[in-house]
């Protein structure tokens, strides 16, 4: 199947640090990429999508000033968590919905997941 | 608005053991509908999908049946391995590239 990648995979940070999580799809082209974020035991929560060479759409509730989204190509979106606090701390994970062929029917790709601890 | 309700787990089985992870949903529309699962620490994947009422969806000896009048898109395995260990989440689309998920089941699988 299709391939998304993050990285890091987990990162530690100290509280009021910036911390950047980069999502790659390495095989196929997304125009839209989501972020979720995942709290134990808990289920996905939509946290933005991100279509290329646009803005972000953030879901209700999630700050756009902290949670700083870019995709600026087609195989790249980042999350920038700004001034991170030990509330930040959480599994996120990125998806993508390419734009044609295997990746055009619906499913969505995911990467491996970023687990953020901010002491 | 759309939702998804998956049982509780976590769920215990034994080697060969049937599996069945109930899922039923709320939505708008006619969704699809998808199995994924999340093997530790890794990513989730696409178990199977099912796109209209009826459809069967089916991979790696899990089954799952669009069920309209039930609402339902329960998970079935005839004989669980210890490999199928993971968590299984529930999930649907109506309309957008939206998905919702439920809750997620972690299945532990004993040898």
């Known amino acids: 199947g299709a391939v998304v990648s993050q990285h890091p995979s987990r990162v530690i940070c100290k509280s009021g640090t910036s911390v950047k999580i980069e999502c790659r799809s390495l095989d196929f082209q997304a125009t839209t990429m989501f972020w979720y974020r995942q709290f134990p035991k808990q289920s996905l929560m939509l946290m933005a999508t991100s279509n290329e060479g646009s803005k972000a759409t953030y879901e209700q509730g999630v700050e756009k000033d902290k949670f700083l989204i870019n995709h600026a190509s087609l195989t790249l979106s980042t999350l920038t968590v700004t001034s991170a606090h030990p509330e930040d701390s959480s599994f996120y994970i990125c998806?993508?919905?390419?734009?044609?062929?295997?990746?055009?029917?619906?499913?969505?790709?995911f990467g491996e997941g970023s687990r953020l601890t901010v002491l | 608005g759309n939702s998804v309700t998956q049982m509780e787990g976590p769920v215990t089985l034994s080697e060969e053991a049937f599996l069945t992870i109930n899922c039923t949903y709320t939505?708008?529309?006619?969704?699809?509908l998808f199995w994924y699962v999340q093997y530790p620490g890794e990513g989730l994947q696409l178990l199977l999908k099912a796109t209209k009422a009826d459809d069967k969806g089916s991979n790696k000896g899990f089954e799952a049946t669009y069920r309209k009048e039930t609402t339902s898109f329960h998970l079935e395995k005839g004989s669980v391995q210890v490999s199928d260990s993971a968590v299984y989440f529930c999930a649907l689309i109506a309309g957008t590239y939206k998905y919702i998920f439920g809750t997620g089941t972690r299945l532990k699988v004993l040898a």
């Open positions: 939505a708008t529309g006619y969704p699809s």
């Open positions: 998806s993508a919905l390419g734009t044609s062929g295997r990746s055009g029917t619906g499913e969505l790709f």
